[in-house]
């Protein structure tokens, strides 16, 4: 059986990712520009609106996939693998970018950690999950 506070950590981890989804999601769909504008980007060409809306699309999937998983983690294991997949490209992505001096680690902000925060969480639930299935 699941302690409190790894169940409480999981479920608060869950509960972000989900945050950190919407408002990404929202932003994306609504007004891509804004977040260019905001961490101090040049502007985008036009046509990266449409991109973005699809970004967006997905991170609201997303967002969705992570508050059904909440609800029973078990059941939903598949929603914390899937997440695990895009925190490490979204990292991956974050880190070489850096590296590359296309940004700044200021312009990231949370992206340079949250994401291994985020693989670390679902990956201890899932951990947790194989050993009680032993």
């Known amino acids: 059986m699941m302690s409190l506070s790894s169940r409480s950590f999981t479920q608060a981890a869950i509960v972000l990712i989900a945050v950190v989804q919407i408002v990404l999601g929202v932003l994306f769909v609504i007004c891509p520009g804004t977040f260019a504008a905001a961490l101090d980007l040049p ?6 609106d ?9 991170a ?4 969705y996939g992570m508050l059904v998983a909440r609800r ?4 939903n294991a598949s929603w914390l693998t899937a997440m695990i997949l ?24 949370t992206a340079s ?22």
């Open 86 to 109: 895009v925190q490490t490209i979204d990292w991956i992505a974050t880190i070489f970018s850096l590296i590359a001096g296309k940004v700044t680690l200021i312009q990231v902000s």
């Open 60 to 63: 609201l999937g997303f967002a």
């Open 113 to 134: 950690f949250l994401p291994a925060v985020f693989i670390v969480a679902l990956g201890m639930e899932l951990s947790r999950q194989r050993a009680r299935r032993i």
């Open 43 to 48: 502007p985008a060409p036009a046509w990266t």
């Open 50 to 58: 449409w991109i973005f809306a699809m970004f967006g699309a997905r």
């Open 72 to 75: 029973d983690l078990e059941k």
